[in-house]
């Protein structure tokens, strides 16, 4: 069985993180996985929806989870 990610939703910090980006370029990028989503403002990305936009795998996000 698959271990399940820590965090449901991914951060802010996390995005900065993981892909080197300064906070500001970290949002952008999750309004811009939101957008491709066709999510509303108000709801969240998860880890498992970051991971698969990237194409990596959530074993290779969850070190970088703060």
């Keep these: 069985m698959k271990e399940m990610p820590t965090r449901l939703f991914i951060k ?3 995005v900065a993180l993981i892909m080197g980006f300064s906070d500001r370029q970290a949002r952008n990028r999750i309004k ?3 957008e491709t ?3 509303e403002k108000h709801q969240l990305v998860t880890v498992v929806e970051f991971a698969k936009f ?3 795998t959530v074993d290779e996000v969850q070190p970088y989870l703060i």
């Design 37 to 39: 989503l066709q999510k």
């Design 54 to 56: 990237e194409g990596i």
């Design 12 to 14: 802010t910090k996390d």
């Design 32 to 34: 811009e996985i939101k």
